[in-house]
């Protein structure tokens, strides 16, 4: 068997089942048929367990991959975004100065690899992933790591789920006529191509057809009543959606009276935007526009119903003349002299990367300012280039304030309340609980858990209907409530099925036992759970700690105490924080 | 992180819950050095624990679906809406409650029902959210519902285990909305088997050992962090205090029904619910606050009368071992039971059979709480005619007076986390229902 060659000393070495497979190596075909059915099985085991061992054991070997990853230059991918980090980081010194803050240090590489895979797959880099990340110079890392995070079809997955909350929440919606796991794949192909924003905009709002067949309908009969399924798509509800998730204004709080906090908006003002959606009617093929059909509406004190007609509540000068009555709306919510709505994809943008919005709340920016100058710059940069929203992550990633340490390089002056609000030090946020359960399951496996394998797929596709999101507490829509954690949080992972499932004795499942068996020494076996999990290397305190644990009198076996590591390791605070 | 983030002294899963005494015999115990900020932050525990208040509570009967006010609280029989629904005679002359509430019907005196709740929500999700929480759906903020209001608003004494908790949860369980998720429901599922997740088949020296090197890696996370990083924004060790007093705990046996007499056990009916009644009024009596228990099936757009006459068979001996149980322990006038759904369902009957959503007149049960007991207010057309009913209460008017009857004013605002204050409920007490 050719394996038998290749297989390193220190798996051979490792346990039983291993040296069955080589004791048999050399067996004729006629006395293998005469194998006892319970020796084939040894021989299929062991085979496994060398292939396994031997995967393992190049990811275990300290020296990074022979082969170099395919890095094409970053200057080559994408040109022109560098300047522009440089006036937001410039922008940000000078709010650092005026306020007499010291900005933290930049954070370790692999702590942005971190930081940068949770935003934009929701889950931690592989083993796999960080050695082929140390492979690529210092220099082109992060940018050579958004490259690949790019190309990986959990990027636009993930990314998916996220807008799809925006635009159409996290209701089940109505029964039949919705159908939100189609709008989600229809993003996600959409976003794999990095389709301009604005443009996936424009098909919602301006969406026609079946639920099926054109997933963006679905941004439109989500707000169906289905107890009133005759009454069609709720022109209120689209108009919330629309000024919120797009244009980062609140007017639906005009709904039913005019603003009681300011005198910015009027009544009339949500109910003229509502009267753009007042032709979208159901029909047998599907959504579909009745032009002659106008929104009737009865104001706070007047006597009856009048007919409202279709206006936008600011910047009437960008709504085209011409067209039927949604082309017209998204038309002027995307044009591009139409600020709040980039403003609005770069606050969010923000927010996906790190977690907290660059202006709260996040969907209720003054139009008017004042405004951080990083959003500014941001959004301008954004309309100029089309609303590419990949190059946009790659500007805010590549500022010197979001590769900043959330900790202090000095124990005696912590990090201080004043840095992180003030950007000067990345801010310390829970984790949303896809990001847990996506974390735990590719802690547990040595290679990438990708947009192919069944386990990812089902906690991102479906994390909604998920048991471990469910009991961790699904956050639904109020996205950065910055609350900290609960009980049922630690129960679930101190005793719940998904982590003890993931650590517990299972050399072909789990990484805690394999990285028990084919780890040369203790010492690697506690870096390698160290980089798997939390995606750093032990302190010399830690790894000395932990490995004394491996090497101690116990009668616990071996595989025990790598859970017991894995165990304490995902308990940690550090794991359920992005940080 | 959140500097408006809301705990107030004594409030469900707050800091100031675990008990010092606890903490500190830990802590001895298991060598849990890194645990011992938290434990000074609990000094304050002994200050904060109230004298000489009356313990307020609420088990909320959740009936999942919209049950049909017809064929439960509110029947005509006889009428046009009726389609062939008896009703049956109850302990209070003149009020009639449908067949298959004989038990519940002994118990009348004890219970007033309110037959003229009206709601604008017709849609499951949003007819939910607007029954628990007393506000309609509204994307600027998550309202808290009645439990997590209690919780947040009446300070407590120590205790072990979470004091609100959600007995068979569906889909959309009570949560804590504003005041943080610290806020929601605590769930649990049949309590025939143990809680799920709390148990720990661990050895003890294993765990601890455990324990004692999370202690290495929390503190090397700590390195350069606010030295007050736990306590002020990741509360992730005192939750972890928590939750491991809890797994300790001797009150978790509230939870296991059977412990219970089998006599008593019997008289709630051998289903979830029963127990899940049963498990209730144990928790309570452990001080527990609000208790969500639901029952689920009362959808019925096809075969509408024998489907809830099914459910009815489960919901009424429980509902009466419920109110017998609390009236024997005296518990009756500290606790406020409720029991009712997102709506009701239509006069008129569906080609299938069934009843559709009918948010416009269904009805409620209140028990307990101090509510004089024996009385149906408000009422429904018997021909299905008039759509708006007698004497109307709104679904926020029932918060009001529910917060009313525990001491709790409903106006009290309350900053939310977007800065908007907010009163507890908009709705007005009504005074026909609480008296005074």
């Known amino acids: 068997m050719p394996c038998q060659e290749t297989v390193p000393d220190h798996i051979l070495m490792a346990d039983a089942p291993a040296r069955a497979t080589v004791s048999s190596g050399g067996m004729r075909p006629a006395q293998r048929e005469r194998m006892m059915p319970w020796v084939r099985n040894a021989v299929f085991v062991g085979c ?34 560098q300047p522009v980090s440089e006036r937001v980081d410039a922008a940000q010194a000078g709010e650092w100065n005026g306020a007499g803050v010291t900005p933290a240090s930049r954070a370790p590489d692999l702590v942005l690899a971190r930081r940068l895979s949770l935003a934009l797959t929701g889950t931690i880099p592989s083993l796999e992933e960080i050695r082929a990340f140390e492979a690529v110079r210092p220099e082109d890392r992060v940018q050579w790591w958004l490259s690949h995070l790019f190309e990986d079809r959990r990027y636009s997955d993930y990314l998916a789920e996220r807008l799809a909350r925006i635009s159409v929440g996290v209701e089940n919606g109505p029964f039949i006529v919705y159908r939100r796991h189609r709008l989600v794949s229809w993003l996600s192909d959409e976003l794999r191509k990095n389709r301009p924003y604005d443009r996936l905009v424009r098909d919602l709002i301006t969406a026609e057809g079946i639920w099926t067949t054109k997933p963006q309908v679905n941004f439109v009969t989500v707000t169906i009543d289905q107890n009133n399924k005759e009454e ?158 990949r190059r946009l992550i790659r500007v805010i990633a590549s500022t010197r304030g979001f590769q900043l340490d959330s900790r202090s390089e000095d124990p005696d002056h912590p990090v201080a309340v004043e840095q992180q609000k003030l950007w000067a030090a990345f801010p310390l946020t829970r984790l949303r609980p896809e990001q847990v359960a996506g974390a735990i399951l590719q802690s547990a496996s040595l290679r990438t858990l990708d947009g192919d394998s069944p386990a ?53 499942a789990n990484a805690a036992t394999r990285i028990g068996v084919v780890a040369p020494d203790d010492d690697t076996a506690v870096e390698t759970a160290y980089l798997a999990t939390l995606t750093r290397r032990p302190t010399p305190v830690e790894q000395r700690h932990f490995a004394g644990r491996l090497r101690e009198g116990l009668t616990l076996k071996r595989s025990g105490r790598m859970e017991d590591l894995y165990w304490t390791l995902l308990n940690s605070t550090e794991f359920s924080w992005n940080h | ?67 049909s006010q017809l064929e439960t609280f509110d029947p005509h029989p006889g009428s046009k809406t009726a389609f062939g629904t008896r009703s049956i005679r109850t302990a209070v002359p003149g009020i009639g409650l449908a067949e298959g509430f004989g038990h519940l019907a002994e118990v009348m005196g004890d219970v007033t029902l309110v037959r003229s709740v009206v709601s ?40 072990d285990i979470p004091r609100h908790i959600s007995i068979l ?93 089998a006599s008593q056990r019997a008289a709630y009916g051998d289903t979830p619910f029963g127990r899940g009644c049963l498990a209730a009024l144990r928790l309570l009596e452990k001080g527990v606050r609000c208790v969500e ?56 009957l569906n080609p299938l059979g069934g009843r559709d959503h009918w948010p416009s007149g269904f009805s409620v049960a209140l028990a307990g709480g101090g509510i004089r007991g024996g009385r149906a207010l408000g009422g429904t057309d018997p021909e299905g005619g008039k759509k708006e009913p007698r004497d109307p209460v709104t679904v926020q008017d029932i918060h009001a007076s529910i917060l009313h009857t525990l001491g709790i004013n409903p106006a009290k605002e309350i900053k939310t986390p977007v800065g908007r204050p907010l009163a507890l409920s908009d709705g007005n007490v009504v005074r026909e229902l609480v008296g005074g």
């Open chain 2, 293 to 348: 228990v639901t029952l689920d099936g009362w959808d019925t757009h096809v075969n509408n009368h024998k489907l809830q006459g099914a459910r009815v068979g489960i919901l009424d001996p429980a509902f009466a071992a419920l109110i017998r149980d609390l009236k024997e322990r005296g518990l009756m006038d500290s606790t406020l039971v409720l029991c009712g759904g997102e709506f009701g369902r239509t006069p008129q």
């Open chain 1, 48 to 81: 496994c367990l060398v292939v396994a061992g031997m995967v393992a054991g190049r990811l275990l070997r300290r020296a990074p991959f022979r082969e170099p990853p395919p890095v094409t230059s970053p200057a080559q991918q994408v040109a022109g975004f």
């Open chain 1, 232 to 389: 069609g798509p709720d022109e209120q509800k689209l108009a919330a959606r629309v000024s919120r998730a797009f244009l980062g204004v609140r007017i639906d709080c005009v709904q039913c009276h005019d603003d009681m906090f300011g005198d910015r908006w009027k009544q009339k003002d949500f109910h003229q935007l509502a009267a753009f959606f007042a032709g979208a009617e159901m029909s047998m093929t599907g959504v579909r526009d009745d032009a002659a059909k106008p929104y009737e509406f009865r104001y706070l004190r007047k006597p009856g119903k009048e007919i409202v007609p279709p206006r936008v509540p600011f910047h009437p000068e960008l709504l085209p003349e011409e067209g039927p009555l949604r082309q017209r709306l998204a038309a002027w919510v995307t044009h591009p002299d139409n600020l709040p709505f980039a403003r609005t994809l770069v606050n969010r943008v923000w927010a996906l990367l790190y977690n907290r919005p660059l202006h709260q709340p996040i969907d209720d920016i003054p139009l008017d300012g004042p405004f951080p100058p990083a959003l500014q710059i941001l959004s301008e940069d954004l309309v100029r280039n089309g609303y590419d929203i």
């Open chain 2, 120 to 159: 604008k929500e017709a849609d499951h999700e949003r007819a939910v959210y607007n029954m628990k929480t007393g506000y309609r759906p509204n994307p600027t903020v998550v309202h808290p519902s009645i439990g997590a209001i209690v919780c947040h608003e009446l300070a407590d004494a120590d205790m």
């Open chain 2, 169 to 261: 949860p569906d889909q959309w369980p009570a949560r804590g909305g504003y005041f943080g998720a610290q806020f929601d429901a605590f769930q649990v599922q049949d309590p025939r088997g143990p809680v799920q997740d709390v148990a720990n088949p661990l050895a003890r020296e294993r765990q601890e050992r455990r324990m004692k090197d999370l202690g290495v890696v929390e503190a090397s996370f700590g390195r350069g962090r606010p030295a007050d990083l736990d306590g002020a924004t990741t509360l992730h060790q005192v939750t972890m205090a928590r939750a491991l007093r809890l797994m300790g705990s001797d009150q978790l046996k509230a939870f296991d029904v059977q412990q219970a007499p």
């Open chain 2, 1 to 67: 992180m959140n500097p408006t983030n809301p705990t107030p002294e004594g409030a469900c899963g707050t800091p100031d819950h675990i008990s010092r005494r606890t903490l500190l015999r830990l802590g001895g115990a298991v060598g849990l050095a890194w645990l011992t900020p938290v434990s000074r932050l609990l000094a304050r525990e002994a200050e904060a624990a109230p004298k000489g208040r009356p313990a307020r509570s609420v088990i909320i009967l959740w009936m999942a679906g919209g049950p």
């Open chain 1, 456 to 508: 990812f797929t089902r906690v991102l596709r479906f994390f909604q209907e998920n048991d471990f999101v469910k009991r961790f507490g699904d956050i639904g829509q109020d996205e950065f409530d910055g609350f900290g954690g609960t009980i049922p949080q630690r129960l679930v992972m101190m005793n719940g099925e998904l982590v003890r499932e993931r650590t517990k004795e299972n050399v072909f």
